[in-house]
């Protein structure tokens, strides 16, 4: 007679197809009810392997809520509970674009428990490929595929959206955990050049925006920080901004608040024609709280619309195609070609170190590269003349001290053979570098 199993351990029996099956109890649902499951397998040893990894797994999971959900609706409740209450607008119109035009339309109708990290690794892949979302009445997409650095985004939310179901004994593991992500191609970021500038700001005269443009050029404020300056924002005296707010369009409404990180609120010292130029421009209306008024509305300038008139100056003076946000980058660029060093500017530009302020901004023009090759050289050809101008003296001295006693000896020979040697080296040698420098 076969030995009885004990309770929790399942039970095991030959089905009528030939197959060995296994059932266990998985738990209780809210009404108390016995939620039972099965494994299939073609021998009983089989069936019994399955059996206890299936019980073991079981215990891990909540019986109620596991199973229940497909991965949209998931990320949906997830979105709900975890992010949005948590994030500013801007983020969660990030978490939007990427559930809703990416994952969901791909993944969304795979239940959460069956998704595999084969399936989450070709949907990156396709993503690199194919991933970019034409939106109507817009220009034909020029580039069809995403951007490594919109992949990993997608992954980051992708990413924790699963590791959410695993706290929630949804899921056993997190699929996403080891896909290979797609390393970040970054691409050189542009400046405007420094015999543009001049240029640029006689245009932005004509166009009344001297005053804000001047200012960015010589802060490099947010397009936000800029747009959202008041008034009382300015220190004459002491030749300070303070950084305290932004200005943005959500839901089709300009919206000001404060910056998202600590380190973006900030006071910055500022240039005397900056001042002098911020003074002239709050003279023309003088009644209005805000440093840089809309001559349309009276109220801060739209972000988008701003943005716009920039691109259209650019375009006057005949200038390769430079972001608004990419004048920050030229300030940066400016500044540290000008001697300032890199923690000041990190501050000014509001960021949380100064190893991000290196990596991200700084770009290094190819005069600042010359620059630092010819820093080195300099410093290595005057190693080479001090090390030769030292050795000729000790020669000389050597013959000098000991000339006298030894005047025919062979040592004053020695010593003249390496003093005509080590001018005759040292001759061409600090010739030619002369000529190069």
């Known amino acids: ?51 206890r990894t299936a019980i073991e797994d079981s215990r891990k999971l909540d ?38 035009h990416h994952i969901i339309p791909k993944l969304g109708s795979v239940k959460l428990e069956k998704l595999t990290m084969l399936q989450i690794q070709q949907f990156y892949n ?16 020029r580039e069809h595929g995403l951007s490594p650095r919109m992949v990993q985004c997608v992954h980051v939310v992708l990413n924790k959206a699963l590791e959410h179901a695993v706290e929630e004994k949804l899921i056993l593991a997190n699929p996403a955990k080891k896909c290979k992500i797609p390393k970040n191609t970054r691409k ?50 002491n030749r300070t901004l ?21 380190n973006s609120i900030r006071t910055v010292l500022l240039p005397t024609d900056t001042v002098k130029l911020l003074v002239e421009e709050h003279e023309k209306h003088p009644a209005n709280p805000y440093l840089f008024p809309s001559p349309r509305t009276g109220e801060t300038w739209d972000p988008d619309g701003f943005r716009r008139l920039h691109d259209r100056i650019i375009k006057e003076i005949g200038a390769e195609h430079v972001r608004f946000h990419d004048m920050r980058h030229t300030f940066a660029t400016l500044s540290l070609k000008s001697g300032v060093d890199v923690r000041t500017l990190s501050e000014t530009l509001g960021h949380f170190s100064a190893g991000f302020t290196l990596s991200t901004y700084v770009h290094s023009t190819p005069g600042m590269k010359q620059s630092a090759a010819d820093a080195i050289g300099n410093t290595i050809r005057k190693c080479i003349r001090d090390r030769k101008s030292k050795r000729r003296l000790q020669l000389a001295a050597a013959v000098k001290i000991f000339g006298k006693r030894l005047k025919n000896s062979i040592f004053v020979l020695f010593c003249q053979i390496n003093l005509n040697k080590s001018t005759a080296f040292s001759r061409p040698f600090g010739s030619n570098l002369g000529q190069v420098a």
């Open 188 to 237: 050189e970021m542009k400046i405007l050049p420094e015999a543009l500038i001049g240029p640029y700001l006689s245009a932005a005269k004509e166009h009344g925006i001297l005053a804000p443009m001047y200012l960015e050029l010589t802060t490099g404020l947010r397009r936000g920080e800029l747009l959202a300056l008041r008034w009382e924002d300015l220190d004459v005296q």
């Open 242 to 262: 303070s950084i305290n707010k932004s200005v943005a369009r959500q839901d089709g409404k300009l919206v000001i608040s404060t910056p998202k990180t600590p």
């Open 126 to 141: 396709e993503l690199l490929k194919s991933g970019r979302v034409q939106k109507k009445n817009q220009p034909e997409l």
């Open 1 to 51: 007679m076969p030995k009885r199993r004990a309770n929790g351990e399942g039970n095991i029996r030959k089905r009528k197809d030939g197959r060995w099956e296994g059932r266990y109890t998985a738990g209780y649902d809210a009404n108390g009810k016995v939620i039972t499951k099965n494994v299939l397998g073609r021998t009983q040893v089989e069936v019994k392997d399955k059996l």
């Open 63 to 100: 019986p109620v809520k596991a199973g229940s959900y497909t991965f949209e609706q998931w990320l949906k409740l997830w979105y709900s509970v975890y992010v949005e209450p948590q994030v500013r607008y801007s983020t969660r119109e990030f978490y939007h674009n990427a559930i809703d």
